[in-house]
């Protein structure tokens, strides 16, 4: 065999293997996307019943929270990015980390500091590699996060936001995370979690319901249900995005293995289509140099006649 | 008989779900009964179980349920029990429950330790 056709059948032996792994990556992540998916929803009853109970207290009564009350003047607020551990999803991370420099920026330019709060390896690193100061970050969960999870994530987030602007707490919580529209778009979103903006939250919940809330009985107090409620509330929309991201990551990687195993059978189409040339080509060299001595043979033997 | 209709559900899933005649919770100032027409109430539910006398759909009977912190939210008959962790009692291991109870009792973690302790009662029914 030529050199030129073992080198052609080389390459196509390891990108056939490369191929090999993309889809078997391909299958797993799709596997996960339903799992993921089913996750999201199997946390929506909670969220949903909480939001509500959120608004049928910050609505329905004159009390003053310091997790519901807009500051004068934001000082300082707190970005949560949510990225992912792993690499091999396209732009899923890098497309998150840019939502988040814009957010940072509008913050800074609206005249606030900022604190970074990141969830994920693939965030973090791009942060120490910049040398930026991440005010705390949680890493090993992005696949299959757990409420456990979420609530060791919005402890600090929820201590900074308790504690006052002057001793490094914050006034504004705001969220980066991708969000699962469909199978085949997830786009970056910036939410702002706290202090929460009851307006919006009310009257989407009743143009949705088409009801007005009652008045409540709180018990033992509106301030003490406030009080408990709020950090369930704010690790409930964590955990939400934790599980949205995952389920946006898993199908950015299926996407992005998909596109890797179809361009590896390109290459294998090509590589083939040129293989099989140059068998030919030595083929047909072989061919003629036997035609050549054949013909250089029967020369020689004529002359000596 | 009039009923009303609750949902228990967890963080991350929903426990149970169905028509009721009376629902008796722990809130933070002592257990509360929720039957149907109560006024609008939204409480702190304290780690404790929670039992519920089943009517109509879901034929006559007793649920139990082991709930870890959260809240009862009731409006428009409808009643929603809301908790970070939140067990029915056949769900609940026993043994497991037990040996978490020893387990707690000998590291002296008070939080742990009512955890398997309202796990075994909402199991043994003794409230």
Do not use: C
């Not at chain 2, 426990?15 to 509360?32: H, K, M, N, P």
């Not at chain 2, 929670?50 to 759909?57: D, L, N, Q, S, W």
């Not at chain 2, 962790?85 to 939080?111: H, M």
């Amino acid at each position: 065999m030529g050199a030129k056709l073992r080198v052609y059948k080389r390459r196509i032996r390891s990108v056939t293997a490369t191929k090999k792994i993309t889809k078997a990556m391909e299958m797993i992540a799709a596997s996960r996307i339903v799992k993921a998916q089913r996750q999201v929803a199997a946390s929506t009853p909670y969220a949903s019943e909480l939001t509500r109970a959120v608004t049928a207290v910050a609505t329905g009564s004159n009390t003053q929270h310091a997790l519901t009350t807009e500051v004068d003047k934001p000082a300082r607020a707190a970005v949560l990015l949510i990225t992912s551990d792993r690499g091999l999803a396209g732009g899923y991370s890098s497309n998150a980390i840019k939502a988040a420099e814009r957010l940072t920026e509008r913050l800074k330019a609206e005249g606030k500091e900022v604190d970074t709060f990141i969830v994920g390896r693939k965030g973090v690193s791009y942060y120490a590699f910049r040398e930026r100061t991440v005010a705390d970050s949680w890493t090993g969960f992005t696949d299959s996060p757990t409420y456990a999870d979420a609530k060791a994530v919005a402890g600090p987030l929820i201590e900074a936001v308790l504690k006052d602007t002057a001793e490094g707490g914050v006034d504004e919580l705001h969220i980066v995370f991708t969000e699962f529209v469909s199978m085949m778009t997830q786009s970056p979103v910036d939410d702002r979690l706290l202090p929460l903006s009851l307006k919006a939250t009310a009257e989407t919940e009743e143009t949705a319901q088409g009801e007005i809330l009652p008045l409540f009985d709180f018990e033992p107090s509106a301030e003490d249900v406030l009080d408990a409620l709020l950090p369930r509330y704010v690790e409930s929309r964590i955990y939400n995005a934790l599980l949205q991201a995952a389920a946006s990551k898993h199908a950015a990687t299926r996407r992005a293995m998909k596109s890797a195993t179809d361009n590896a059978e390109e290459l294998i189409k090509s590589l083939s289509r040129l293989a099989n040339a140059a068998r030919q080509a030595e083929i047909t060299q072989e061919i003629s140099e036997i035609v050549g001595g054949a013909s250089a043979l029967a020369d020689a033997t004529a002359g000596s006649d | 008989m009039a009923e009303l209709h609750v949902e228990l559900v967890a963080a991350d899933r929903q426990v149970w779900s169905g028509e009721a005649s009376l629902v008796v919770a722990r809130t933070s100032s002592g257990d509360i009964g929720v039957m149907p027409g109560h006024q609008p109430l939204l409480g702190v539910l304290q780690s404790g179980p929670v039992t519920i006398r089943t009517t109509g759909e879901s034929g006559d009977g007793t649920v139990v349920a082991a709930v870890h912190g959260g809240f009862i939210s009731f409006a428009d008959n409808k009643l929603s029990l809301l908790a970070e962790i939140a067990e029915l009692s056949d769900e609940i291991d026993v043994q497991r429950a037990e040996r978490a109870l020893e387990r707690a009792k000998s590291a002296a973690d008070a939080a742990a330790e009512r955890r398997a302790d309202v796990r075994l009662r909402a199991v043994t029914g003794v409230h």
